[in-house]
């Protein structure tokens, strides 16, 4: 769980410099979000 919070942290601003818009930059954020939920779900 830790291993995949350090590598969001990382990955932040490679997914930013990836965004064109605002509504992108927000609907990445929420794709990561899902992904960060569901590890935790999984770790359960």
């Known amino acids: ?3 995949l919070l350090i590598a969001l942290v990382l990955a932040a601003p490679l997914l930013a410099s990836a965004c064109n818009t605002v ?7 929420e794709k990561a979000g899902g ?8 770790a359960k």
Do not use: T
């Open 1 to 3: 769980m830790r291993k």
């Open 35 to 42: 992904a960060l939920e569901d590890a935790a779900e999984k």
């Open 23 to 29: 509504k992108g930059f927000g609907q990445d954020v």
